[in-house]
């Protein structure tokens, strides 16, 4: 079995065959032309193969937003509990954000203006922002390759960017200036984010631990499960794995990026799993970084 919260990185050096076969010492003075030391020329020591991407994890609350103030439970709930297809909420000002797009004939995805947009909140980011998600804006598929969760004592939500380069981190507290929203079927997201700043690093995510199954009061907020594997995240099944505590089972998401570099739940792994809950294709626990995963004994 294989402990999914390791990542083994093998150190591939140059092989330079001379001689009797034997491999020179790397000269660190060479490097820049000063005298160094082993760590400057690896991130990690040649002595080390296995990495840990820790991530602090918190059952206490944020403490915000304060008693009277609008979170992102505001934006949440906009969001109408039934629907046929999906549709977009608008400030007064702000274009359609697909170019050449005819409103008139995207459906229910008809843009509408809401008097509340543009909104500014502050949340938590509880995944690394380069989770993909596909979803379709005005009849059109439209690809984010940068998105993440945020949150707050009152709610969660997904912000979709398209940037493959990932300004924020676990942990960091955002201030978003929210232009645009998006409902395609049970993802609830903002469609147009603006990062106003990002206010403090380092924040302890905080999470409920579920004792019964997903349901929708756990859409985009952080969750740990404990149980063990019963299905295993392969190629075959797009990296789902299927965790149980012997009365509920849950689904876990491996990313892609993940999964290529050998990470993966195995079936009879024991295992504590924390991280958002996303709606999509069935509810589902996202993971991105080793570090919310546990290997139990």
Request: proline share 8%.
């Amino acid at each position: 079995m294989k402990a999914p919260h390791r990542l083994l990185l093998p150190l591939l050096l140059p092989l330079l065959l001379f001689g009797c076969g034997q491999t020179p010492a790397l000269d660190c003075t060479k490097v820049g032309g000063e005298p160094c030391s082993p760590s400057q020329l690896w991130p990690v020591s040649p002595d080390t193969n296995e990495v840990e991407d820790p991530i602090a994890f918190t059952t206490e609350p944020y403490g915000f937003p304060a008693e009277g103030e609008a979170g992102l439970s505001f934006l949440a709930g906009k969001y109408p509990i039934s629907r046929e297809n999906a549709w977009v909420l608008l400030s007064r000002d702000e274009t359609f954000p697909v170019e050449d797009c005819d409103p008139n004939r995207s459906g229910n995805q008809r843009p509408q203006p809401d008097p509340d947009l543009p909104f500014t909140v502050e949340g938590i980011v509880t995944l690394h922002p380069r989770y993909f998600l596909k979803v379709r804006v005005c009849n059109e598929d439209e690809r984010y390759y940068g998105s993440f969760f945020i949150e707050d004592d009152s709610g969660g939500m997904v912000v979709l960017q398209d940037s493959r380069i990932a300004e924020l981190d676990f942990g960091d507290r955002v201030r978003i200036r929210a232009r645009a929203l998006l409902d395609y079927f049970d993802v609830h997201a903002i469609l147009i984010p603006e990062i106003v700043e990002v206010i403090e690093h380092g924040v302890p995510i905080h999470y409920e631990e579920k004792t019964n199954p997903f349901n929708q009061t756990d859409w985009n907020r952080v969750r740990r499960i404990r149980g063990e594997v019963v299905q295993a995240s392969t190629d075959h099944n797009f990296n789902e794995a299927a965790v149980s505590d012997g009365q509920n089972t849950w689904l876990v998401s491996i990313d892609r990026e993940l999964a290529n570099r050998n990470v993966s739940l195995e079936v009879g792994d024991r295992v504590e799993v924390t991280g958002p809950v996303l709606s999509s294709f069935g509810q589902k626990i996202v993971v991105l970084s080793v570090g919310q995963i546990r290997y139990l004994p």
